[in-house]
Each structure stands twice: as C-alpha cells, then as structure tokens.
C-alpha cells in the first residue's frame, strides 16, 4: 500500500470534494466537518461517477408522518439513480453489509512528515509548512 | 434528471446534442437512438385544436433541429389522440419520411387505447408502416392507479406497470389486433416482468369468459406474442438475478428491446443493467436485432 498525496488541507473545505486520479483509479476525497475520507467514483449499482452525486444527510423516521434528518453532509447520493453510501464508510443505505463503494483509509500529514517520505506525490507540490490529505492504497 | 445530464451551459438535461452524443450515442456506440419527447405534451392536450398544432410543431422540431443534425437519432410522430382526423393527417404527413419511425401516443388517454374511437389513429399509423410507442410519464387526469392517487413518487413509479397491464388487456380484449393484425406495439418505460402474469391470467379467463368476447380468435397471449414489443427500462432487479433470463424465455427474447430513458434520473446503462449475463444470441436480439426488425431500419 503506497501513500498518495492528494491535496492540501485548505483546498477541500468542510462540505466539498475533490476527485482525484490515483494509480488509474479516479477517486472522490471528501471533507466531511474537518475528517476527510475517500471513496471510489463509481457506483456498484450501474457504475455512475458516484462522487460527482450530491452530498446530503440521511432522513430518518420511527413512524409514518415523522421525519428527522440526521447525518447532515454525511450521505452521497449517486447522481444516476439516487442510491445513498455513507461517506465515511462507503456503505449504502439499502443494503449495508453486501453493497458498499469501495473507501479509502485517508490521513492528514504535516509537509514536514512527508519530507521523508516515502510518498507519492503526483499533482500537488509538497512543502514543508503545509497539511496535506493523503490516501492510501 | 440524472444529474450529470445537465449541459454546463444552461438548458434541460437532454437539450444539448454534443452532451448527448458523448453520454449515450458515442458512448454506447447507439446506431439509433429513438427520440420520445416528453414535454409539451400535444398528445394529452384538452384543447384539441392546439394540442394538434403543438404536435405538428414539435415534430417538425425533432426532424429539423434533431434528425438533420444528427442522422442517428430518429424522430416520433406525437399526436393529439382525441382529435382523430388531426392525428391521421398527421401520421399521414410524416409517412415516408425516414426521419420519423414510430407514432407516439400518450398512455393514459381518456379511455383505454383499445376503445373503437381510436381505432382510426392506430389504424392509420399500421397502414402507413409506423409501429405504435406507448411511453408512460404525466397523467390525463384520471389517478394514475387503480386505487386512486398516490402519494409519494415511490407510488407512482410503479404504477407504470399498472398501466401497462391496463393498456395490454385493453388492446387485446377489444379485439384490435384482430382488427389491425398488422399493429406493431412497443410498451416503453413500463418494464417488463410482470407481462408474463398478466398473460397467463388473460388465458385463463378466455378459457371461462371467451364466450363474452367472441371477436377473438386466438388466446390472449398469442396477441401478445404477435403484436406486443416490450422495452427494458426501467428493468426489474430480482433478488436472483437469473430469474431475469427466465423472464425474458417467458416473453420470447424476440420482443425485447434494450431502452435507456436517458437523460432522466431511472435511466439504465446497456454495460450493467442486466445483472446476468447474457447469452450473445439473446444479447444481440436485445440490443440490435428486435428494434431494427420493429421499427423497420433493416
């Protein structure tokens, strides 16, 4: 497992994503409140750029006629036909145990950490007074 | 909409040809894509004089902004179904032109499709060689399920097949396709794998009620079988996903043709909607052979 470099901490604001292209596998890196997390942009279901889907929260409900939503920014929903993954665990909605997107461990790293690497950075100019995302696989 | 279908430039999902060209006809390799316009809606209008203006229209607009443009894709003949002598001339004008392959009538008219009053438009579209498409989407005005309004879209998606069977049982029991035994129907964005069971209980009942229908002469799935084109979208997804080619055995994989409904948000990928394979025989009906054979491109 090789370590990515990604992106710098401040260039995927809470909320945002970024995808990304690492060992010709295209990559969604998503900042959800602070963490990041990364998934595969494709989605087990028909194969759509999951990542390119709408980050939403989850709607829960104990009884008809109530609602609550929860998770708020914490869902992806495929821009194809709607189903919803977990961010952080690549599990989906329906089904969590048997249909999951492909996720990614993700960790941020001080510039000066990765100044001994070993690392690959292949778009993002690493210095030593920057944080920086960095996923493995 | 499926969400990546909006143009950047502004527009509606499906408005842009290069976009179009590049998410589903290059992108499949489509040799033709079979336009079915959904909005306007000439063919539901209440105002009949406009509702055949807005027709004609439109389908100028898909031959001259859309076929000219783009020889792969291939126009319908939209027409207002209660103003029979304005669909005929219609159909009519549109015979002849290679541009145009399939009239498009909406599915939940005021009556069932199969009632006499329509029997001139379908009549029409036989004699002129155009093939009927029934694409499900909008209301008349009547619930669109049998037990009333529904609440939620989760209900009304599924009611597609619910019309459907309406439409099926009505072409068949009324006698059309005895009447017009040439009548060519595609069912579109309805599924398909409930037409099995609709089969075997029109058979059973014909076994009891013949007597009520006399005009028909053959079991009402042999109909079926002769007149009746399914298309795939959106395709049912069984737990088992071989229960699927079973389905297909059930219906003849002569009658299947692969559809996509792009751009909208139910569309289904030709790569992975089918969660079995295929036999290439079969695979090559489904995505080639049936649709030149019933829209005549041979």
């Not at chain 1, 952080?88 to 048997?98: A, F, I, M």
């Not at chain 2, 013949?210 to 053959?218: F, G, N, Q, S, T």
Request: aromatic fraction near 10%.
């Amino acid at each position: 497992m090789a370590r990515h470099v990604v992106a710098t901490v401040g260039e995927i604001t809470p909320g945002r994503s970024k995808i990304v292209t690492v060992a010709g596998r295209e990559i969604g890196v998503f900042n959800v409140a602070d963490a990041f997390y990364a998934l595969v942009n494709r989605c087990p279901h028909e194969g759509a750029a999951l990542c390119l889907g709408a980050v939403v929260g989850r709607f829960e409900s104990d009884r008809p006629g109530d609602y609550r939503l929860t998770r708020h920014g914490e869902m992806l929903r495929c821009p194809w036909h709607g189903w919803e993954f977990d961010i952080k665990t690549g599990e989906s909605w329906c089904h969590p145990d048997s249909v999951k997107a492909r996720s990614y461990p993700v960790t941020v790293v001080p510039g000066k950490a990765l100044a001994k690497g070993p690392f690959v950075a292949e778009t993002v100019q690493v210095t030593i007074e920057q944080d920086y995302v960095v996923v493995e696989l | 909409m499926r969400m990546d279908a909006w143009p950047k430039d502004g527009g509606h999902p499906g408005s842009d040809l290069a976009l179009m060209r590049e998410q589903l006809l290059d992108a499949f390799d489509v040799s033709y894509g079979m336009m079915m316009p959904l909005l306007g809606r000439g063919g539901d209008e209440r105002n009949v004089e406009f509702g055949a203006a807005l027709c004609s229209a439109a389908n100028d607009w898909e031959a001259q902004v859309w076929c000219d443009a783009e020889p792969r894709l291939k126009a319908a003949i939209q027409v207002t179904t209660e103003y029979t002598e304005a669909a005929i001339k219609e159909i009519e004008k549109r015979a002849g032109d290679r541009r145009f392959t399939h009239v498009m009538i909406p599915p939940r008219g005021l009556e069932p499709l199969g009632r006499r009053r329509y029997w001139p438009i379908l009549e029409a579209a036989a004699a002129n060689g155009f093939p009927i498409a029934l694409h499900l989407g909008g209301t008349s005005g009547h619930p669109s399920t049998g037990g009333g309004w529904p609440s939620f879209y989760h209900e009304e998606h599924p009611s597609y097949p619910q019309s459907k069977e309406a439409l099926v049982t009505s072409l068949v029991v009324e006698g059309v396709f005895e009447h017009i035994p040439n009548l060519r129907v595609a069912l579109v964005e309805g599924g398909f794998a409930w037409l099995p069971s609709l089969c075997w209980r029109l058979d059973k009942h014909y076994k009891r009620l013949r007597e009520e229908v006399p005009h028909l002469k053959m079991l009402p799935s042999e109909y079926v079988r002769r007149n009746i084109w399914v298309t795939t979208q959106p395709i049912e997804e069984p737990e088992r996903p071989d229960d699927l080619l079973a389905t297909c055995e059930w219906i003849g994989w002569d009658r299947i043709m692969f559809s996509t409904d792009y751009p909208h948000w139910d569309q289904d990928d030709p790569r992975y909607a089918f969660k079995v394979r295929v036999p290439e025989r079969e695979k090559q009906m489904l995505f080639r052979d049936n649709a030149l054979a019933f829209y005549t491109l041979g």
